[in-house]
């Protein structure tokens, strides 16, 4: 079911929609948020401009940093007693990133998400289960006012207490489940330990899964415990630009659709900052044209994805992100090909051979860079036709996805090194002589 007409309209009745309301956006910011008015001032841009969508490019990047330099209130384009909700960021460095909402701001928002959980197959008849922590974090509350609108039954759960939320899913006959990919997969093994099959006992039938990047490999496994006939839909959404409900994943999960009444995405090219052509690979930046509180402009994600703007089978015309590829952060630069640790992780998660432990190692030769991944095979062996064709694959594959030559090494199992924390699996060695 699609919720609202808007998510079929035509390019052109979109972009019609989109520079209208950007005009009035960064005329608003203009005149009302200081810090805005004087980046624009800096970069010789004023509101008069913005003539079509192409200018957009002309105005000025916002980051994170620029929200907390104005901590707590300093980009808001409306007076504080407006302000109808906060949430916050967990800052897991310096202060948090607040973000505000007008009761304009928290209709579009409900609109937003109510629109992403139909695509994941929502309907009014749905228990939904919320598995996100409600607080500050904006998961739990964007997506049970999602829900709530279009009818379905909210069970508030939140995180923790896992054994309490198997009993709910089974006494409540639960049909839904919101959670991040890793939660959902604890939940069915804290169910297999209580004797609970989530295929047999449990009635879940749809995931809305959100706030960590979906891998093809996690959806993969979260098949295996919950059941094949599972739809799993990912969504995505970050608190500064609203919450979840920037764009969702409809039934053929080929990519996620951008709410585009609401938000312009960008993307460019993380380390210059130029917009890249349709199609290409780079950092997600999106422009709010509906929000009243904190309408972020040029906003830098810093999430690495593509766009694809064909008219999608659901029948929806707007255009969708591919689910992420990382962030530009982890990004790496060989000879001249950027690179996401994740890519090669899939391709090494996709050899049954081969383990989950590996390792990247970049060196320098001459003014070439060498990369080289190893790879913990599952099982030894000692024939060598079975090593040299297992490198093989994996070398072709490295290639394909990454348009890369990659020296590829199996290793005997337990060999590499292991991580209690968050895994070291990148050593460049490029800057040492
Ligand atoms: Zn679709």
């Not at 007693?81 to 505000?100: D, I, N, Q, Y």
């Amino acid at each position: 079911m699609i919720w609202s007409k808007e998510e079929t309209l035509s390019r052109e009745e979109i972009e019609a929609i989109q520079l209208e309301r950007l005009k009035e956006t960064v005329a608003r910011v203009y005149e009302r948020v200081a810090p805005y008015r004087k980046k624009m001032d800096e970069a010789g841009v004023c509101p008069e401009d913005i003539k079509s969508l192409s200018d957009l490019s002309r105005l000025p990047f916002v980051t994170k940093q620029d929200l907390r330099d104005n901590y707590p209130f300093g980009l808001f384009a409306v007076p504080r007693e407006e302000l109808v909700r906060v949430h916050a960021s967990s800052g897991t460095t310096g202060k948090p990133t607040v973000v505000g909402y007008t009761e304009g701001d928290l209709k579009t928002w409900t609109e937003c998400v109510s629109r992403i959980a139909c695509m994941g197959g929502a309907t009014r008849k749905d228990y939904a289960q919320i598995c996100f922590g409600y607080g500050m974090f904006t998961g739990a509350l964007g997506l049970h006012y999602g829900l709530e609108n279009i009818g379905a039954t909210i069970i508030p759960s939140s995180t923790g207490n896992s054994q309490k939320q198997i009993m709910y899913m089974q006494d409540f006959e639960t049909s839904l489940l919101v959670a991040t990919p890793s939660y959902a997969l604890r939940l069915a093994e804290v169910a297999g330990e209580m004797g609970v099959d989530p295929k047999r006992d449990l009635h879940i039938k749809i995931a809305l899964v959100g706030s960590e990047m979906l891998t093809d490999a996690m959806r993969d496994e979260m098949h295996r415990v919950w059941g094949e006939d599972m739809l799993i839909t990912s969504n995505y959404g970050m608190s500064e630009l609203m919450g979840p409900g920037v764009s969702g994943e409809c039934e053929y999960m080929d990519g996620m659709h951008i709410n585009e009444d609401f938000f312009i995405p960008e993307i460019i090219n993380p380390e210059t900052g130029e917009v890249l052509p349709v199609g290409e690979r780079g950092e997600l930046v999106i422009t709010c044209i509906k929000k009243e509180g904190l309408p972020l402009i040029r906003y830098r994600t810093k999430d690495i994805t593509r766009l694809n703007y064909e008219k999608c089978r659901c029948g929806r015309t707007f255009c969708r992100m591919e689910n992420l590829s990382g962030r530009s952060d982890d990004m790496l630069k060989i000879r001249g090909v950027n690179v996401f640790p994740s890519q090669i992780e899939e391709v090494v998660l996709g050899f049954s051979e081969l383990g989950p432990h590996y390792e990247i190692l970049l060196e320098r030769e001459g003014y070439n860079d060498k990369l080289t991944v190893r790879v913990e095979l599952l099982t030894s062996t000692d024939s060598f036709s079975v090593l040299e064709d297992i490198t093989r694959r994996v070398r072709e594959k490295l290639k394909t996805v990454l348009g890369l030559d990659a020296k590829v090494t199996l290793v005997s199992p337990n060999t590499l090194e292991r991580f209690e924390g968050k895994a070291k699996r990148i050593r460049d060695l490029r800057g040492i002589k």
